[in-house]
């Protein structure tokens, strides 16, 4: 299991091993183990300098006042690497990958050109979306239909609301996470329950209660800020922006309905939309700060047409006209870029990769390469390894040469395999004895990272043999 080598790894400084995981693999660098140490902590503990620098440099949460931070601190086996952790600013993998789905909504956060509500906290101004604030908390959406209606500038002067909670209160709203300094918790946990956000005071209780015992464990240990996220306020956030999403769409093309585990979805437009796309006849109905923060073709498309005046009759909205996409596969891509998530069929597939790769969205990309990977066998993995490197899809790549690796006796005379490895060796030029054919080094690595015992080995050179016999074959053993 990839996540139990990474451990491994770590503990035994496999810096190259840890690499391929992360890079290739795509595993998480926070993910837990259970004992609720990561990555990092091992590395840390087992004293390997250079592997913590590339998980620090990867996203690996390292603040040296938040519980995990502390903990690697404590736990850091030379100075060396106390010291990096010290000055390192805190990093999380949302932070590291542009296109990760909390970063977009940070990035959402940050930028206000489509904002169209702005907070003045004791005279500091906050710029936010009603949109994301109707989808993400009843209270935030009874202000807004009431005493913020039709406002663009709201104050509040209550003195019991401190700017420093303001604005991790939006963070929340936001991202699913925030920071807390210790010293500002009073003020912070009145502002979330006069907010009603039920989720956000349960997750502070629970970074509060660890960070507390974590103190009284380690003597000496001080935690000045408290790190909140939850895998819980992570679904609740994707959950609420696929509302906006499900919303956006047409009636037809709509599948949620009334059900027993499932709410009435509201069958009127979403609120506070501003830009309309239109597929043939059908009408998608959403939001300009979204899509401007998720891709930069979005954001190129909405930028070219703004000022058009060709309007939407209804809402009075302007009107983007898609012709070379279905409504169907619109309809996946909207759902992808405000919940990070969709339905992939197998007779939309190749198309929905398609867009994705025209719409610059890199994760709906890796979501269909994934969907892919799991329909590998001897009859599809050369097609699949075709489609994998059109579109720049490495894990996928590597997926079907390791298939490929496990079962080389199968594809001896496969002629799709043997044109690929000679369209390779044509594409190394002035070839000199270090240079080498890709297809056949990435099937080489992975006969040879299977083994581990005697009989292993045995097993790995029958397989170079067979490697070698489709070598002769094309003529390239010399």
Known sequence: MDSVDLFQSCRRGDLDRVKYLCEHKEVDVNLRDRWDSTPLYYACLCGHYDLVLYLLERGSICDASTFDGERCVYGALTNQIRKLLLEHRMLTTVTMRREAYTEFLRRLLEDNTHSDITFYIHGVKMSAHRCILSARSQFFTDQLETRWKNKHEVHLKKKEISIAAFRSVLEWLYTSQTKVDVSDMD?????????????????????????????????????????????????????????????????????????????????????????????????????????????????????????????????????????????????????????????????????????????????????????LGGYIDQDTVMDILKTARIFRLPRLEDACTEYIANYIEMFVEDPSLLEMIESDAMDVKDRQETDSITIVDDIRSHIRSNVRTMSDMVEAESKFSYLDSMLVQLGLDA
């Open 187 to 371: 003020e912070f946990g009145l502002l979330v329950r006069y907010c009603r956000l039920q989720q956000l005071s349960e997750d502070l209780d629970k970074a509060f209660k660890k960070a507390d015992a974590y103190v009284k464990m380690k003597r000496g240990a001080a935690i000045k800020t408290l790190y909140i996220e939850s895998k819980r306020s992570l679904w609740d956030l994707q959950q609420d922006l696929g509302v906006l999403a499900l919303q956006a769409l047409p009636n037809e093309l709509r599948e949620w309905n009334c059900g027993t585990e499932l709410p009435c979805m509201p069958r009127v437009e979403q609120q506070f939309v501003d830009v309309v796309f239109q597929v043939g006849n059908y009408k998608f109905y959403a939001h300009k700060p979204i899509l401007f923060a998720r891709s930069e073709y979005f954001r190129a498309l909405l930028q070219d047409h703004f000022g058009e005046s060709e309007m939407d009759d209804a809402s009075k909205i302007p009107i983007i006209k898609i012709n070379h996409v279905s409504p169907r596969v619109l309809g996946d891509v909207l759902m992808f870029v405000y919940t990070d998530s969709c339905t992939i069929t197998e007779d939309y597939v190749s198309e929905l990769l398609t867009t994705a790769d025209e719409f610059l969205l890199p994760g709906l990309k890796k979501g269909c390469g994934n969907w």
